[in-house]
């Protein structure tokens, strides 16, 4: 008896030791995953909305628990007998799942309720809001600077070769990116859009009397239409290079093809 259950432990530590193989190779595949990356890194620019996050619905948990005990502790047979235990009551009324295992019974609870409801929506909407703006424009630029790097590897200048003095050409970051339209796109947006907001802080230092209702509004605006401008000029100047490299490839194989058959 004792074997037969000593048998069945190691081949439950074997099938466990198998699963965690799997997971470790995913992780490694995970890894070496450029599109993966991009994810991560753009999750990690967002932390700080993250945190903003749970700070915001902490708080309003902390707040909820506590009126709602101060509320409820008085009834006969309540289940809000301590304010951590409100507090688990409110984390699943914010986040609207609700388990009903703790429900409030006076008027006033419920309306407690009602209200951790509709605060804890209005807070979740708005900072998933700020956080998917920017981890959409983190990850855009990001692609594009993956895109930028793929054209690069396929580019028929060699950069390793010598200038035409026979001098080696400059192998910086700075003339890499500068021979690099899409990275060009990128900085010039970037630039503009900094611009656009410090005209956006300067029209908000003005007093009320000075202020339009539609200055706001015109650089939201004017901001769209700069990000729309530059994402249509990204889009344009890729298909340039895409056709450029299609022709060069071309030439190339008839170039070759040529000398084989001279050969």
Not at 64 to 70: D, G, L, M
Not at 84 to 94: G, Q
Not at 140 to 156: D, G, P, T, V, Y
Request: charged fraction near 20%; aromatic fraction near 6%.
């Amino acid at each position: 008896m004792a074997g037969s259950l000593r048998t069945l432990r190691m081949v439950r530590l074997a099938r466990m030791a198998v699963r965690l193989v799997r997971v470790l190779r995913i992780a490694k595949f995970a890894r070496h995953s450029e599109v993966l990356s991009v994810v991560v890194e753009s999750l990690a620019e967002s932390i700080t909305g993250i945190w903003v996050l749970v700070a915001f619905v902490s708080m309003w948990a902390l707040i909820s628990a506590t009126v709602v005990y101060a509320v409820e502790s008085d009834q006969p047979n309540t289940d809000f007998d301590s304010i951590p235990a409100a507090m688990w009551w409110s984390m699943s009324t914010i986040s609207t799942v609700g388990y009903g295992d703790m429900v409030p019974e006076t008027a006033a609870g419920k309306v407690i309720g009602g209200a951790s409801m509709l605060g804890g929506i209005l807070i979740t909407s708005i900072a998933v809001a700020v956080i998917t703006t920017t981890f959409t424009e983190n990850y855009q630029q990001k692609c594009h600077r993956m895109e930028a790097k793929k054209l690069n590897r396929f580019r028929q200048l060699d950069e390793s070769a010598p200038g035409p003095n026979g001098t080696p050409p400059p192998d910086s970051d700075a003339a890499k990116n500068a021979d690099n339209p899409i990275i060009a796109w990128d900085e010039l947006e970037q630039d503009v859009l900094q611009h656009i907001a410090r005209l956006e802080a300067e029209l908000l230092d003005r007093p009320l009397r000075h202020r339009n209702d539609n200055t706001g509004m015109a650089v939201n605006m004017l901001e769209d239409q700069a990000r729309n401008f530059f994402k249509q000029g990204r889009s344009l100047t890729q298909q340039i290079l895409m056709a450029k490299m299609s022709e060069q490839l071309l030439a190339e194989e008839a170039a070759t093809e040529s000398k084989v058959s001279a050969v």
